[in-house]
DNA sequence: CTGTCTGCTGTAAACGTTTCCGGGAGTCTC
DNA sequence: GAGACTCCCGGAAACGTTTACAGCAGACAG
């Protein structure tokens, strides 16, 4: 059997079939084969025989190959801090919905915060992995910046960036965000209003604590420091904050720095006997579904995650179609939504707002 | 000065150098030049030369033609229905740490729990974007199911799956976990039990809900169809479902297939005008740290979702090692989390427990 | 001084696609 | 009946890497 130069099929190094294997079953050329296969060309004929040697053969593309080729894949990356954190969900379902019209696939990947993660994963995905990526990221070094400047893919980033920096993105004020707390708690009569944040050394912390300092000042109250703590921005340490400041001080009133920090204030005030809001007044900040989970449902400073997340989105898409844009820069306001745990009125379960609550400012200062 | 044949640098279609051009630069071959940038091999000099070369033009290799050479990406997916579900979160963090300390790195994808859209994952990414992926589907077609089973990169399953289906999985067994919160109950001296679901045209919702029934009925109690209510398995539908429970019928109990829903349930009980533990007592699913963030505190049984996780990776990362394995099968026990939900006392708040909860079973049936 | 060995180097062939280009066959128009 | 036009096909060149192989120079032993 023997004879003329009968060639084996050729198939790929694991043994699965490539479009060569396609052709040579169908009796055609590659060229032809990848033609029907994309659905562009091809006589009736040619089509049937392609289409049923893919199916026996049980073909599939490699993807890789094909990005290789077309210097596209598909996939747009998310980065953030904590998928843990409700505000990074919010923010990741208006990317998605976004990204999915467009015809690609949202990947996500939590950094942990440590710069060191967060570089490295643009050295890899960003390296050709993913079309481009949204990247919010909490701390930010030069040498980070740098590396999200040259990135050879686009990326915008969420979150606060220096002025002249020339990467896309979409801000928010959160400084102004917590004077909305303070100023809603001043009106409601509350004088020793305290502050739990996260770190210091992360942008949103410094931000919030100037935005805090800031408030007091401009209304006239002097900061007892001992009404100040940092923990980070999870839950456990938002309840150990809360529980070092309740040891040394009498806030009427607290300004957390998210929401998660606010539910572990809400459980170190109410383990300590405190009752929210007569006795102390809490507002959290991001507004997440789980501010309206809480009981005493609470208050929270909007800064309009999702909304930040679908113009990220956006923006994305655009740089991609035309990498040549200028960068670009966009502002969301952030707004307070009022709820029972900063309710002048003692509380009352509250009748199911419409849950996962669409873009409707709710007090707007 | 155009003169012996002087050809530009060679570089990448949209201008970014390649290794080609740091060859040509450092003027040694693409051999030589891959070679020192691989960190393999090369004199002195030239390593010197292409180094700097390299740093000169900013080369940065591109991943997807890596890739294509050595057939593997270094990444790894994780597909879930819901990441606004703790659940996920839990499990993303444990098979995150697993993938990162095998030097790759881990992506999540978000399935909306439409088998159209696990589907096309599956299509797209498995089909060499990664090395492997984990995936954690609520419903389960014959189609999905093949292509699972012969999908080109390995995958680990987690969740129930037919018997004989040649795939790697891990499972709990949220039958039996259903059943240690009925028992629970009833040894509280409860009767008139009542059951929160999630759809029942999903796997977990349909073994929750024969675990529901058979717990009973090995208590001798008879079901009341009106205590039986259905949603999805997130916080809004969890509380709408309650409302209409509540409406036509008087439970003394709840058992709620997650914590998602039991939030919900919660919230519809105290709206209500219901205390708890005192007239209802409430039980959740999957003991995540949502249920700590309640107060009451939830009850919650463990389906071990970090220990799932955890072993889902191990099992991938070892079928990436050697795909000749056979299909393995693990099993996770539930176990349950007696908290102030539905405890005997009247509520109290608790000290701040161990937050993130190792793996401790608390009440093991 | 010859032969073997070692260490670098460059050429070229992969990896699996898509796509440009030229050629051939058929149809239509004048 | 010849030219223009359309359609389909196959060969071959990309895309940017890694790597097998062979050649070549120098070091060393006999």
């Known amino acids: 059997m023997r004879g003329v130069g009968r060639k084996r099929l050729p198939e790929s190094v694991d043994g699965r079939p490539t479009v060569h294997t396609v052709a040579a079953r169908a009796g055609v050329s590659i060229a032809s084969a990848s033609r029907v296969l994309n659905g562009v060309g091809g006589s009736p004929e040619t089509i049937r025989k392609v289409r049923a040697a893919a199916a026996e053969v049980g073909y599939v593309p490699n993807a890789i190959a094909r990005s290789l080729q077309s210097q596209r894949t598909g996939l747009v990356a998310l980065a953030v801090e904590d998928i843990g954190n409700p505000v990074y969900v919010e923010m990741m379902r208006a990317i998605e919905s976004v990204v999915a019209a467009s015809g690609r696939q949202l990947l996500v990947h939590a950094t942990g915060g440590q710069i060191a993660n967060e570089t490295a994963l643009l050295r890899r995905l960003a390296h050709r992995y993913v079309d481009g990526m949204i990247i919010s990221p909490i701390r930010v070094t030069d040498n980070h910046l740098a590396a999200l400047v040259d990135s050879p893919v686009p990326v915008v980033v969420i979150g606060q960036l220096a002025a002249d920096a020339p990467v896309d993105n979409v801000r928010t004020d959160s400084r102004t965000g917590v004077g909305l707390a303070v100023d809603h708690l001043v009106a409601a009569g509350r004088r020793r209003i305290g502050f739990v944040n996260g770190p210091l050394d992360t942008v949103p912390g410094a931000a919030r604590d100037a935005g805090f300092r800031a408030a007091l000042a401009g209304h006239g109250i002097a900061l007892d420091e001992r009404l100040v703590e940092v923990g980070d921005f999870r839950y456990a340490a938002g309840r150990a904050a809360t529980e070092r400041l309740l040891a040394r001080a009498e806030p009427d009133a607290l300004v957390c720095a998210n929401d998660l920090i606010a539910v572990g204030a809400l459980h170190a005030l109410l383990a300590a006997g405190r009752r929210v809001p007569e006795d102390v007044a809490v507002v959290g900040m991001d507004d997440t579904e789980l501010a309206r989970m809480m009981f005493p449902q609470l208050s929270s400073v909007s ?52 849950a996962p609550a669409p873009r409707t400012p709710e007090v707007t200062a």
């Open 303 to 354: 800064l309009g995650s999702a909304e930040r997340g679908r113009r990220a989105a956006e923006l994305l898409l655009q740089r991609i179609a035309d990498p040549a844009l200028p960068p670009r820069r966009e502002q969301v306001a952030p707004s307070l939504a009022v709820r029972a745990s900063s309710a002048a009125t003692p509380f009352v379960p509250a009748p199911a707002e419409p």
